[in-house]
T-cell receptor
Framework: EAGVVQSPRYKIIEKKQPVAFWCNPISGHNTLYWYRQNLGQGPELLIR????????DSQLPKDRFSAERLKGVDSTLKIQPAELGDSAVYLC?????????FGPGTRLTVT | DAKTTQPTSMDCAEGRAANLPCNHS???????VYWYRQIHSQGPQYIIH???NNETNEMASLIITEDRKSSTLILPHATLRDTAVYYC???????????FGTGTRLTIIP
């Protein structure tokens, strides 16, 4: 069984540029999560989807961050414009009424 | 979700049992104790969870005190591949967000 797939694995951009991350969850998992992990810290939830509905986006900085999961399968997280403080690892996870399975993450560096 | 307290780091000799403590003194009656670990450059991985009884699976054992205010994750025969950051998390149920702390950085010494 394929795990959670994320791309790209690494991304370096200049500040004020846009960036997008893609996640394909495990087949059949209806719950999808995006987390952000700063260096030396544990992951923090940005948004949680149940199918295509965002059910918890309280921690998503909505002025510059957006996310979508149009068909209830894969998802895209976007930042526009990126700031220096957005440098972090962005993790996607999925679950189906069980434990969460995480992808390898996308390491974003904003210069 | 209740907060947890874990030591910042621990070392363990390869082949020995690694015992990772966690304090969760404000845990509620309906909150479970979960353990995840994160190996370098990977996403977190689920290990085990429990409510009040001790639990064991192929990866580890979880010992929860009778008052549920603390727990210990036991890796019975640690290998070098067990070097990782281990997170103890308490929450109500599956599907809720995971609230990670800073975890315990476990280093297995050859």
């Amino acid at each position: 069984e394929a795990g959670v797939v994320q791309s790209p694995r690494y991304k370096i951009i200049e500040k004020k540029q846009p960036v997008a991350f893609w996640c394909n969850p495990i087949s059949g998992h209806n719950t999808l999560y995006w987390y952000r992990q700063n260096l030396g810290q544990g992951p923090e939830l940005l948004i949680r989807y149940e199918n295509e509905e965002a059910v918890d986006d309280s921690q998503l900085p909505k002025d510059r961050f957006s996310a979508e999961r149009l068909k209830g399968v894969d998802s895209t997280l976007k930042i526009q414009p990126a700031e220096l403080g957005d440098s972090a690892v962005y993790l996607c996870a999925s679950s189906s009424s069980g434990e969460q399975y995480f992808g390898p993450g996308t390491r974003l560096t904003v210069t | 979700d209740a907060k947890t307290t874990q030591p910042t780091s621990m070392d363990c000799a390869e082949g020995r049992a690694a015992n990772l403590p966690c304090n969760h003194s404000t845990i509620s009656g309906n909150e479970y104790v979960y353990w995840y670990r994160q190996i370098h450059s990977q996403g977190p991985q689920y290990i085990i969870h429990g409510l009040k009884n001790n639990e064991t699976n192929e990866m580890a054992s979880l010992i929860i005190t009778e008052d549920r205010k603390s727990s210990t994750l036991i890796l019975p025969h640690a290998t070098l591949r067990d070097t990782a950051v281990y997170y103890c998390i308490v929450r109500v149920r599956w599907g809720e967000k995971l609230t990670f702390g800073t975890g315990t950085r476990l280093t297995i010494i050859p």
